[in-house]
């Protein structure tokens, strides 16, 4: 009888957890991995497809799944080392299989010679360039992230990766880069001399000693 | 009301520094007016914001004041020729900016005779609403000539309730004495400019109050103020503050002055408050009364290598080439040319630099008195920087920050709040360049927020992207399944069709037209052709159900070399037709000619690509191959 009862009290007692689990496992339900989700916010998603991956997402749903961090060239050492930070991983070199990490570019077509072929537009996986059939294409390039996608599949080659410029509002402070010269009021060109150390020309280095 | 020594409570900000002052260098001799340089380099750009679009034609002459852009769709600031001369093309010449990043400028050719449109002068502005008046500084192309150069037009149509007007005459950088020179020879024009902008953002017929700050080291113009003001300006008060740097910066003048606090990311309009530059008050007051626009500025020329120092009305797009020659420049090695004062100013490399709206000072020091930077030392942690930071900063935690590029860091300890104003790095007996390493963390911190900004905004178009292809699959098989359907339908009502016709066909045959037979025939072939469509679905729907991702590739592969192929036998028969009506039409040439083009490219890809084929089995897959 004893062992009844205790069969009785364990069933029940299964049941109600279960029935606690059930509703749990629906009312805190996670739509998805939520590692995913910060993997693929610190990826560049440049969707270029460089990793082996067709996107920047897919990358990060292996990465979760154990692949490794270093396969991606358009981030670099900075993304690398933000993703060994969250994955807990150590920060291995970039691996040069993949590629090598690049000077941001944009795609540019030569749009006299595009013939309207639609083949880039099918490639850009952002939707980053426009136009028709038979109709000249060209390139947002705002949107463009630079995946050099739409490259291999132009027929007759008109698209060009430009490595964008840097303009003055988006410029870095690279003092090292600037060139001292000489300057000579009788003479339009200035004459180069030697480059200078790093904070010689740093304006807030220009001090008043009394 | 009250004049400069009637006891007003005056607040102090958090720190500051007195450095020496060595305004007498310039400040003694009035502001002049030079000789015509040869030529001008006027950046399309001079301020914040976008430029304007560009409305002369290269080789057209153009009068001083003649606008040479105007607000395009961005609405950006107009440019004006301050001289007479020939346009020339638009070049991309050395911003006048630390990096010295070529921007585009119009090139002019004075021609000497520096002949001026008519200029039209509002006649009575008082009459004119808030709105044309502001309108009409925005065509005049004012821009603020104390800091950043915000257009003026722009910030008075952001103002809201504005209680206090305040004008900043203060300079407290050392060497520039621009708009001390200003106050003492235009005073009455400045305290117009002031009458005006009180007018422009008067609310409910009420003008708000205006404060003209000096600083106490220019007796000069607080005489000449004085004067000028008289006793007919009830609503305009002239308050002398103590020197001490950086009482000039927006934020320190107005805590100076009434106590509070700018909250930071704040406006200065949150707390009711407006400020004006003097020189910006000067322009406003010439370009509504005279109606002469923003074409020239003062600028301080000084330093102990200029032989003939002082200040000088300066056409904007001047090179300071010609002012170093004005100056009557005597370099020394590695002379050194700093664009603003020591404090804040930059090094240029290239003399042609032109001068823009916001150049207030060039300097040119010899080598005593602003000697080259030594060596950085390591932080001894002295604290000196904290003590004279303005904006209550703590400088060596961000120093410390910024070199470890900690941006979290750098955000908690409020480094978007620092105004570059130097007084930490004048201090630092270790020579750091404090503020450097700060412009530069800046810069990183805008950087990365920017590319975090641009790769959602990629992560948001590659998700639209596949949700639309993923979309128009669906349509695209539904689109098949319906037509199957439709086909099968037909094809059962044809069947039953025929089992009936056998009875009706002796009448059809006597009874009906001749075109009897040729539509049954028409009939006939479509039922073949929808019998053979349906037998090839399903066996294709076959093939992708047992593998579907490789089917579908290898299906897809293999229609596209089917393609190729097809397409390659007709090359040869087309190009020859297209060459018929070549001479016919021009447009239609060029559209074969890049036919021809394409298909030679391809035909040449095409057999690169079987030669590769033997060596290499998968050469289509190759990113690096051209």
Request: hydrophobic residues 40%; negative net charge.
């Amino acid at each position: 009888m004893i062992w009844f009862i205790g069969i009785i009290t364990l069933a029940v007692m299964a049941l109600v957890f279960g029935l606690i689990l059930g509703f749990a496992a629906i009312r805190f339900k996670v739509e998805s991995d939520p590692l995913v989700d910060q993997i693929d916010e610190i990826l560049p998603q440049t969707q270029c497809g460089q990793c082996g991956y067709p996107g920047c997402r897919p990358y990060a749903e292996a990465i979760a799944n154990g692949e490794d961090i270093n396969k991606c060239p358009p981030g670099g050492e900075a993304t690398i080392q933000k993703l060994a930070d969250l994955t807990g991983r150590e920060a291995k070199p970039l691996d040069a299989a993949h590629g090598v990490e690049d000077v941001k570019k944009v795609a540019f077509i030569r749009e006299d010679e595009c013939i309207g072929c639609m083949k880039c537009i099918q490639a850009c996986p952002v939707d980053a360039i426009i136009g028709a059939t038979r109709q000249m294409h060209t390139i947002i390039a705002d949107e463009c992230t630079g995946c050099d996608l739409c490259v291999e599949p132009c027929p007759v080659d008109c698209i060009d990766m430009i490595p964008v410029a840097t303009k003055t509002e988006r410029w870095r402070w690279d003092l090292h880069s600037i060139p001292v010269t000489m300057v000579n009021p009788t003479e339009v060109n200035p004459v180069e001399v030697t480059p200078a150390k790093p904070h010689e020309t740093t304006p807030s280095s220009t001090q008043v000693k009394p | 009301m009250s004049k400069d020594n009637s006891p007003v409570k005056l607040w102090r900000f958090h720190g500051g520094v007195q450095p020496p002052e060595r305004k007498a260098l310039a400040n003694t001799t009035p502001i002049r007016t030079l000789p015509l340089p040869k030529v001008l380099y006027i950046p399309l750009r001079q301020h914040i914001g976008m430029s304007g679009s560009l409305c002369v034609q290269q080789g057209e002459r153009v009068l001083r004041g003649q606008a040479l852009t105007e607000p395009g769709v961005y609405g950006g600031l107009p440019i004006h020729a301050p001289t007479s001369g020939l346009v020339g093309e638009v070049v991309e010449h050395p911003s006048n900016h630390p990096s010295q990043i070529p921007e585009p400028a119009l090139t002019l050719i004075p021609d000497g005779e520096h002949q001026a449109i008519e200029f039209q002068g509002l006649a009575n502005p008082t009459a004119l609403s808030s709105l044309e008046l502001i309108q009409h500084l925005h065509h005049a192309g004012i821009a603020g000539l104390g800091g950043a150069g915000f257009p003026t037009a722009q910030k008075l149509t952001l103002a809201r309730t504005i209680e206090l007007l305040i004008i900043n005459g203060v300079e407290c950088e050392p060497y520039i004495v621009s708009d001390d020179r200003l106050m003492r020879e235009h005073a009455a024009t400045i305290i117009r400019g002031v009458v005006l902008l009180q007018h422009i953002l008067q609310h409910q017929q009420q003008a708000p109050e205006a404060v003209i700050a000096v600083e106490d080291n220019k007796p000069e113009a607080v005489a000449a103020l004085t004067a000028a003001l008289g006793n007919e300006h009830p609503n305009i008060r002239l308050q002398v503050i103590p020197t001490l740097y950086p009482s000039g910066g927006e934020k320190q003048l107005i805590q100076v002055l009434t106590g509070k606090q700018v909250p930071a990311r704040g406006y200065p309009a949150d707390l009711g408050i407006l400020m004006q530059n003097v020189g910006t008050a000067f322009a406003i007051a010439t370009a509504i009364d005279q109606g002469q626009p923003l074409m020239e500025r003062v600028v301080t020329l000084t330093g102990e290598a200029f032989q003939q120092p002082g200040t000088a009305w300066v056409l904007l797009g001047t090179p300071i080439q010609h002012l170093l020659e004005c100056g009557a420049l005597e370099p020394s090695a590695q002379q050194r040319i700093i664009v603003g004062g020591p404090m804040m100013g930059y090094t240029v490399a290239d003399p042609r630099t032109p001068i823009i709206k916001t150049t207030n000072c060039i300097l040119a020091p010899n080598t005593v008195e602003l000697p080259a930077a030594g060596a950085e030392s390591p932080c001894i942690r002295c604290g000196m920087c904290e003590q004279v930071c303005p904006a209550s900063l703590l400088p060596q935690q961000l120093l410390w920050l910024a070199k470890a590029k900690d941006h979290p860091g750098l955000a908690k300890h409020n480094l978007a709040d620092c105004i570059e104003c130097g007084a930490c790095a004048y201090v630092c007996p270790s020579e750091i360049p404090l503020v450097h390493y700060y412009r530069k963390a800046k810069a990183e911190v805008r950087e990365e927020k920017i590319e975090q900004q641009q790769s959602e905004i990629a992560r948001l178009r590659f998700e639209a992207r596949q949700e639309r292809l993923e979309r128009e699959k669906q349509e695209r098989l539904e689109r098949h399944k319906q037509a199957a359907k439709a086909r099968e339908k037909a094809l059962a009502e044809r069947a039953k069709q025929a089992a009936a016709t056998p009875d009706s066909t002796p009448t059809a045959a006597t009874g009906k037209t001749s075109a009897d037979p040729i539509q049954a025939a028409i009939a006939r072939a479509k039922a073949k052709r929808a019998a053979q469509q349906a037998q090839a679905e399903p066996s294709t729907n076959e093939a992708a159900e047992l593998d579907p991702q490789k089917a579908r590739v290898a299906a897809a592969i293999a229609r596209a070399k089917a393609k190729r192929a097809e397409q390659q036998q007709q090359a040869e028969p087309s190009n020859a037709s297209a060459a018929e009506p070549v001479e016919l039409d021009p447009q239609k040439a060029r559209v074969a000619a890049a036919v021809a083009r394409a298909k030679a490219k391809r035909a040449a890809m095409a057999a690169e690509s079987a030669t590769t084929d033997d060596n290499n089995p998968k050469p289509a897959g190759d990113p690096n191959k051209p």
